[in-house]
């Protein structure tokens, strides 16, 4: 029942309160108020737009998707993202800065140091607000994944766990990107970090597993009637394999010389085997006698050579074919060394000499998460770009598996990573380069458009903002229905085409300009959409579009002002 709390005496009450405060809450609290993000001046008490560098547009292949690669603050970008994308991400990759305290990440502009006491909560106010604008864009059946080391990763796995809930949680991997292991590291040489999965509703995300490589592919090289596979030893080697640590797993095995029957037990006419090995070291077999007896010639071999025998199991390729992604990656091209030997392949020519960049991931590694959690025609993001590795691997997934798949990718431009690192590698995956040992790389053909944010300030009169936010939301909007082909650029309208695709924008107060702007829609084919202003919140005058039955009409500016009162003060 509970307490009638009214009747207490004042310190009895403040003796509940104190009990009540002082029990421990699980999950994650940090301190919100000491660690408030400040923006540069130009961002403050302004709303984001993108603003297109038309000079650094790739085209080679029109029919393929367009991708994008925003240069700014990603908490800037993921709001506007918020309006052109809503639920229309499938995959998010994301690899921040792990907070390690070693110059590797700037809050308030500033270095996070290892010392400063507030590292942990600023890290988790930067994550927070960012991960939740993410969310909004992923598709009912979306999965996020992101790398983390050690140094945040209990407080990030929370932080997805409150966000996503632990139940969406698909998996916690644990990926060796270091095999040499760290060796300034104190105590344990650190060679491994991870990557989290989450759903944003487990019972429709799709997982599949890695297709497997032409080289392992190749190793299976004997076929019977079952299909393709590889032999392996049947007794076993290296650890844990001597008798005294495995007893159940040394036996004699009867064979017989010409037909090659096994029997457990002693036959007459059968020869005797036990697993010793070549140095007479006795060893164990890998299964125990009632499964060896058990297989109808499936998964085991007899050979013979001359008066020896060796026994062998047959690795399935179909076994390992459906097999599900492990927790653990470990192959040696998922290693850092491996995506820094790629950046410096493709870039060398143009950094001679200097580091390019300290953090870049394995394509290998990226590719193989990507081909795991997306479908051919996947929308994917990656807000913590840094130099571009996740665009290189969209690309040759595409290449590789055949497919449709577009990204997004977002960076700030801190040292350059955008303009000088992330875009020419993409470029250069797209169109083709030279290494510095000059091997010519062909490209992978495909289209990137590239965007910064600008702002608009909100200190002007809330009609003036309209005015102006609708003036400057035209590339949002040619992202938001992927149609970005200028076909007609008038004072009041400006009409885009795409695929088969119309989008019109109608900028004016006056409507006298609508009729012009009907005739010009009327002679085009394909499906339209117009986007109209109105300084009227609650929508269009319906009698100032009679007959225009074949154009679905969307009033503009006030749903990016809804969703960006959710996201700022303004
Ligand atoms: C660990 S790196 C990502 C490396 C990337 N996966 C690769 O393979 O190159 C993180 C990147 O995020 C960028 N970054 C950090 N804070 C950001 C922010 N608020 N907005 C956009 N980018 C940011 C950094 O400049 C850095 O390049």
């Known amino acids: 029942m509970a307490k009638d709390y009214s ?34 001046k130009e961002s403050e008490n302004a709303l984001p737009v993108l ?15 367009t991708n994008i690669l925003i240069e700014g603050d990603n908490y800037h970008a993921l709001s506007v993202l918020n309006y052109t994308h809503q639920g229309k991400v499938d995959v998010i990759y994301i690899d921040p800065p792990y907070n390690t305290g070693n110059k590797s990440w700037k809050y308030n502009n500033r270095y996070v140091e290892k010392d400063d006491a507030f590292k942990h909560s600023k890290f988790l106010s930067f994550m927070d607000k960012r991960i939740r604008l993410s969310k909004n864009l ?34 916690t991997i644990t990926v060796v990107h270091n095999p040499g292991g760290r060796q300034d590291d104190k105590y344990f040489a650190t060679a491994h970090e991870y990557m989290l999965v989450y759903a944003k509703n487990k019972d429709l995300a799709k997982v599949g597993h890695l297709e497997i490589s032409d080289k392992k592919l190749s190793e299976y090289k004997f076929e019977d009637k079952f299909g393709r ?17 495995r007893p159940n ?60 025998f060796t026994l062998y199991v047959k690795e399935r390729l179909d076994d390992n074919k459906g097999q599900k992604p492990k927790t653990f990656w470990n192959e040696s091209y998922y290693s850092s060394a491996v995506g820094t030997a790629e950046l410096k392949n493709i870039l060398g020519n143009h950094f001679k000499g200097e580091k390019i960049f300290d953090f870049p991931k394995s394509k290998f590694l990226v590719r193989d998460i990507l081909e795991i959690i997306s479908t051919p025609d996947s929308t994917i993001l990656d807000f913590f770009a840094g130099s571009g590795t996740t665009g290189q691997a969209v690309l040759e997934l595409n290449q590789n598996k055949k497919g449709n798949r577009n990204f997004i990718l977002c960076t700030n431009n801190e040292g350059g990573i955008c303009e000088e690192v992330c ?18 790389i062909g490209g992978l053909g495909g289209n990137l458009k590239y965007f910064k944010t600008a702002f608009i300030k909100t200190t ?55 009729a012009e702007l009907k005739k010009d829609l009327d002679k085009m084919n394909g499906d339209k959409i117009l986007y109209c202003f109105t300084l009227d919140p609650l929508g269009l005058d319906k009698e100032d579009f009679e007959e225009w039955n074949n154009v ?19």
């Open 460 to 514: 002007i009169s809330r009609d003036d903002m309209k005015i102006r936010i609708t003036r400057e939301c035209t590339e949002m909007l040619c992202l938001r229905e992927s149609i970005f082909e200028e076909k007609k650029n008038k004072s009041d309208y400006r009409i885009f085409e795409q695929n088969g695709h119309i989008m019109a924008v109608y900028y004016a107060l006056e409507r006298e300009g609508l």
């Open 7 to 40: 009747k207490l005496e004042k310190e009895d009450l403040l003796k509940v309160i104190e009990k009540i405060e002082s029990r421990k809450k699980y999950g994650l609290i940090w301190d919100e108020e000491k660690t408030r993000e400040k923006f540069e």
């Open 552 to 570: 679905s009409l969307e009033p503009i500016p006030q749903k990016i002002l809804d969703i960006y009162e959710q996201i700022y003060e303004y």
């Open 229 to 245: 596979y590889k032999l392996r030893e049947f007794r076993r080697s290296g650890a844990n394999s001597r008798p005294q640590d």
């Open 138 to 171: 992923l598709s009912d059946n979306g999965i996020i994944v992101c790398a983390i080391d050690d140094y945040e990763c209990q407080n990030v796995r929370h932080l997805f766990d409150d966000i996503f809930g632990e139940d969406n949680r698909l998996g």
């Open 249 to 308: 797993l040394w036996y004699p095995i009867y064979i017989h010389p010409k037909t090659l029957d096994i029997q457990i037990g002693k036959k007459s006419g059968y020869v005797e085997l036990l697993p010793i090995d070549p140095k007479r070291i006795k060893r164990v077999w890998r299964w125990n006698a009632k499964t060896l007896m058990d297989d109808e010639e499936k998964y085991i071999e007899v050979k013979k050579d001359g008066k020896n």
């Open 423 to 440: 875009y020419p590698r993409v470029r250069s995956v797209i169109k083709g380069y030279t290494t510095p040992n000059d091997v010519k």
């Open 51 to 65: 603003k297109e560098i038309k000079g650094k547009e790739i085209k080679t292949e029109p029919v393929k998707p």
